[in-house]
């Protein structure tokens, strides 16, 4: 407890150096104010007339000075609102529910050489469930819930026009904006890119004016949702007095494995239907109605090494199904790349106390290399209120957790997202944000700081700061289900370990 005061009372002083500096000498320039004589005054302004040239120059400089700035800086951008679908009740898929759809998927391949109730790859697909993290209500796409499932192109496209269509009108009906008004629209999808592309579908869908400035992201995973929001942050820095929309998504009848690679089978097991549709805007006028404003993105890519490259693939498998594999490399190349990326967005976000505390162990180990084994990992919670962790599954939470110094209910927003929604890919940043919300955490002045994880390798940082004590939207996703969380997480969890390890004696 008394090291814990101490850093605190540190990180006070040099966070706040300035401002103990400026009353001293506040003080002292206001003493010396105080005697000043009306003589003393009047050689002031003689000086100055007599030397109106300088005074000239100076204010032109000052103007000047005061205009570049006005002119050159980055206009804000807000964020007005967002919406996460919330699939109808009757897709509800619980574990038993998702283990029969593999059963059907497999007794519909005619082709398979094996036994469609083979134990041995059934009962890995059961304990990779049981261990995953997810609950019962999570969400499948309708096309593979049906008997039997239709692993179809119309099914595909069908569960993705649900999704995106359903967060869109519930996005324009809370913030009352005319779909014509949007200027610029980026959809990300990375295993769903059919011709016309997403992005003309929103478009036809919603009557976008013919001048809109539309992109269509593909084959990014699930990092792409920050990509999208940092290009639409680009393009409002350029065309002025316009909202983006950004539209995160994924499909899961179209990716969905059908084969024998382990492998490739875990990602049936994680991922669920979900999306999320996000308004953003550059109008001086929104930000009394906005959410946020944008702070910072950071994006980082190591695809130009061979082993991150290749961590995340998608490709045949040895009878030539279609299959997303994972790597064993991938937990030290996520690490690595997160790495890197904290790297870059730390001297953006942490206090000074903080930078200063990294500088002198990093000096010290350069100097010392034999007795400082590890340099210091700064405390992100003293610039960070809320982390919205990428639920791609529970290990990479854990690891997160592990490696950022993070307390349980720092990452309780991305357990209780993977447990109630599953692995979402790139909008799962957004129902972790929904569940701050509702919770009624996210107070004015808080920084949320989104960090996305996904193939390439890639990891991309947002980070947020609220500009009012934000209440949840209306029909958020968590709206008849938040006081269920996140004590039920931790029993159904211990439940599944508990399952597993009898399995295994």
Not at 109 to 134: M, W, Y
Not at 197 to 208: H, Q, R, W, Y
Not at 301 to 311: E, L, P, Q, V, Y
Not at 436 to 453: D, F, S, V, Y
């Amino acid at each position: 407890m008394t090291s814990v005061n101490v850093k605190l009372l540190y990180h006070y002083v040099l966070t706040n150096f300035f401002n103990l500096c400026l009353f001293p000498l506040t003080a002292f320039v206001a003493g010396k104010a105080s005697r000043l004589t009306t003589n003393d005054l009047h050689n002031f302004f003689s000086y100055l007339q007599h030397n109106l040239i300088t005074v000239a120059i100076l204010f032109a400089f000052t103007v000047f000075g005061l205009v570049l700035y006005m002119v050159t800086r980055p206009k804000p951008v807000y964020l007005v609102d967002y919406s996460c679908y919330l699939p109808p009740p009757h897709l509800r898929a619980s574990v038993s529910k998702v283990m029969d759809v593999f059963y059907q998927i497999r007794k519909a391949d005619t082709s398979r050489n094996v036994a469609c109730d083979d134990p041995s790859s059934l009962d890995f697909l059961r304990k990779i469930q049981e261990r995953s993290g997810l609950g019962d209500e999570t969400y499948g796409p309708e096309g593979l819930l049906h008997v039997p499932p239709r692993k179809t192109f119309a099914a595909a496209r069908e569960e993705t026009e649900q999704v995106i269509i359903g967060a869109l009108e519930n996005l324009f009906e809370n913030t009352k904006v005319n779909p014509r008004e949007i200027g610029i629209l980026v959809v990300n999808s990375s295993m769903f890119n059919p011709t016309p592309s997403l992005s003309a579908m929103v478009v036809n869908t919603f009557k976008l004016r013919s001048n809109i400035k539309s992109f269509n992201l593909g084959g990014m995973g699930c990092s792409a949702g920050v990509i999208a929001i940092d290009l639409a942050k680009d393009l409002l820095h350029v065309h002025k007095n316009t909202y983006a929309l950004v539209v995160s998504t994924e499909n899961i009848t179209h990716g969905i494995y059908a084969g024998e690679n382990r492998s490739m089978m875990v990602s049936n097991c994680l991922f669920r239907v979900g999306g999320a549709a996000i308004l953003l805007s550059n109008k001086p006028g929104d930000r009394r109605r906005s959410k946020y404003k944008l702070a910072h993105t950071v994006r980082t890519h190591t695809g130009a090494d061979d082993k991150s490259f290749r961590c995340v693939q998608q490709e045949d498998d040895e009878s030539g199904k279609i299959g997303v594999c994972l790597s064993k490399d991938i937990t030290n190349v996520a690490g690595t790349t997160l790495k890197k990326n904290i790297a870059t967005l730390g001297p953006l976000i942490l206090p000074l106390s903080e930078k200063f505390l990294f500088f002198v162990t990093f000096v010290a180990k350069k100097l010392l290399k034999d007795k400082i084994k590890h340099y210091y990992v700064p405390d992100f919670k003293l610039a960070v209120d809320h982390f919205c962790i990428h639920a791609g599954g529970r290990a990479v939470i854990d690891e997160l957790e592990k490696n950022l110094g993070l307390s349980p209910i720092d990452v309780e927003a991305s357990r209780s997202t993977l447990h109630r929604f599953g692995n979402t890919s790139s909008s799962s940043i957004w129902y972790e944000l929904a569940y701050i919300e509702a919770k009624g955490r996210m107070k004015k002045g808080n920084k949320a700081w989104q960090i996305a994880l996904g193939s390439g390798f890639k990891c991309n940082s947002a980070v947020w700061v609220a500009l009012r004590n934000v209440k949840a939207s209306a029909n958020s996703p968590w709206l008849h289900c938040i006081d269920r969380y996140p004590a039920k997480i931790d029993s159904d969890l211990s439940k599944s370990e508990t399952h597993v390890q009898n399995g295994r004696s």
